[in-house]
DNA sequence: GTGTCATATTCTCGTCAAGGAATATATTGG
DNA sequence: CCAATATATTCCTTGACGAGAATATGACAC
C-alpha cells in the first residue's frame, strides 16, 4: 500500500474536497466556493490529489471539472480486506505470541 | 471518515509498522529490531497510532505488546464502500453535470 | 490582437512533525 | 532498596507543509 494515498487523504481540507467530490464532479470553483477554502489553496490540495491518482480532471471550456478516480479507493479496499481476512486470526496469534514467550520460559528454566 | 486515521497511517515508518503487526502482535523491541527503527521512534509511532486508536497495547511481563484494532480498518473498508456504490453513477454524474451546464447555456441565450 | 474569466503557480511566513540523543519511568528479579 | 531490562518522554534541530497574497498562465469571446 502507497502512503502517498493516506498521506493525500490525511489533511482535513483534502478529505472534504474528496467528500464533496463523492456527490459528481465538479470544476475548482464551485469546489472553493462550497466549501469556502480560497481559489488557490483548492488547485493546490487538488494537484496533491491527482498526484496521488485520487483525483483527474477533465477540461469543459473555460473550466477543468475534477472527478475522483475508482483506483485508490479499490486498493484501499483491497487493503482492507486484506487485514480484516485475518481479522478472525488474530486472538488465535496473540495466543500463538503468549504461548511462544511460554515456551522460552520454559527452555530458560 | 477522521482525517486523523489517515493522517496516521500516511507516514511511511508507521505503515510498515501497521503491515508488520498485520502478521501478529509484536512488542516496541521487536518491531523496533524487525524495522530497523530506534527504539524512542518506535514509541512515538505507536503513540500516534495508538491515539488514533489504530493499534493497543497488552502489557505483559516486562513487555508492551502492540497489536492492530479492528474497528478503524472497519470505519475505513465501510467509506471506501460508499465511494464503490456510487462507482457504478460515476459516469452519469458526470453526464449530468454536462447537461447541466448545456442547460445553462441554454439559458443565456 | 485585447480583455475577461477560470485556474495554476510562486513567494514568504509560521507551524507542526519527524529524527537524534539523552534521560526518565516502569516493571521485574535479587 | 538496588540493578537490569523494556519502554516512554523530553529537548533540540531541521525539513516539510499549509495558508495568505500576489502574480502568472490558459482558454475563450470580441
Redesign the pocket.
Known sequence: MKTETF?ALG????LRIVELLRNGPL????I?DTLA????????????LAEAAIVA?E?I??????HLEAEPFEEIGEWVDSFERLWSTRLDSLDAYLNSLAEKRNEDE
Open positions: 498521506r489533511e482535513p481540507s483534502r470544476s475548482v470553483g464551485e472553493a477554502i480560497r481559489q488557490p489553496q483548492v488547485s493546490k490540495h487538488l494537484r496533491v480532471v477540461p471550456e473555460r473550466r477543468r471539472i475534477y
